[in-house]
């Protein structure tokens, strides 16, 4: 790290998030007049970082030989903001990736056709399957033979897919929170042992399975691409094994960058990784990436409640708590904290190890260890970066403080 802060500070800094004239700019605005506008605790959303994103993925993804048989579907599990999922559906050739009733209806709701949703089934019910049909054109991925039985019954002589679990996962630095395959056995998908029983169940019903589906972990990086390519190489064996498969959806779990050592994911090699599987496949892929979508388009406004000192740590208290955005608590992923005036210009030395803390009465309620700051006696505000998806989308009224506003910005 430099001597001089910027570099601590300036990892994050993007021409619509940076620091201009001693302000913290966001979308065009100081961050100081979007508070003064609209209060805090806020979640306020870039609507143009989100597009730019999407635009990343399809720069990527087109410049490979998949660029005519490719699909984005938006998780929108990370961001269901009405405005941001208006603002979604008028992007071109995307669809929602939904895994829940009221998550379909809502995106209806927003513009999508239910022919432009695949729904993920985790513990189908039957209730969920009587809402389901209410939705000509939805497809159902069943991530277990239970779901195959259950949609089975209803719909028989319709197409689904299976999602099957690799037993092999890629995740953020050895995340095991955001791993959902591995070592461990968890309740995601269908393993090899079990597959072709989950076939048979599907003839049995007359059900034709033309998708595979597998999404293995969350938030990785250039660095887990290899491990990337081994995931899909092992989920080859039950395309292979699924002679009726037209699509493959290689799920999401595309990361950005949350702390200083991080380094943005190279979409290039992540395509070219899905190319050298693909490219000579007669099959359609899709992709689910809501965290890379939406992650970095959002931003939470905080009122600083107290600065204070207890034996050795120096503690920064906001108003608001780990339940309107709960990814630190949950998956030790960290919101960098930032001041509204600009600290690059502050010696390193001269900065102070913070512990920025909510007001929930929780022990876990705690958005940084140890984050650089500058003197923060004479502000009034911070802002957390990376707030744009599995935040508000988590929220929770614990404590009865669950209040936040949500903004979307052009």
Known sequence: MEKNSSGYFSWWQRPDL???????????????????????????????????????????????????????????????????????RQQ?????????????????????????????AGSLSQKDVARLNEFDGLFMDCDSIHAIRTWGELNSGSEIGIRVNPAIGVNRENNDALQYAGAVTTKFGVYKEQFLEALQVAEQYKLSVTKIHFHTGCGFLTAQLTQLDKVIETCLWFVDNCPTVKRVNVGGGLGVPHVFSDQPLNLAKWAGVLEKHFAHRDIHLEMEPGEYIAKDSGILLLSKTFLEKKRQTLFLGVDAGFNIAPEPAYYKLPFQPAPLTDPSLTPIEYLEKVMVVGNINEALDVWYEDALLPDMSDEANLVLINAGAYSSSMASNHCMRGEFKEILLD
């Open 92 to 120: 071109k050739s995307v669809g929602i990736d939904a895994c829940s009733p009221d998550e379909v209806a809502l995106a209806v709701k927003c513009g999508f056709h239910p022919s432009q949703i695949s729904f993920t």
């Open 18 to 88: 940076c620091y201009q004239d001693d302000q913290l700019f966001f979308a065009g605005n100081t961050v100081q007049h979007l508070i003064d506008e609209h209060g805090t605790p806020t979640f306020v959303y870039s609507g143009q970082r989100v597009a730019e994103n999407i635009q990343r993925l399809k720069t990527a993804l087109n410049a490979t030989t998949l660029k005519d048989r490719y699909s984005i579907l938006y998780a929108m599990k990370a961001n269901r903001f009405q405005p941001l999922l208006q603002l979604i």
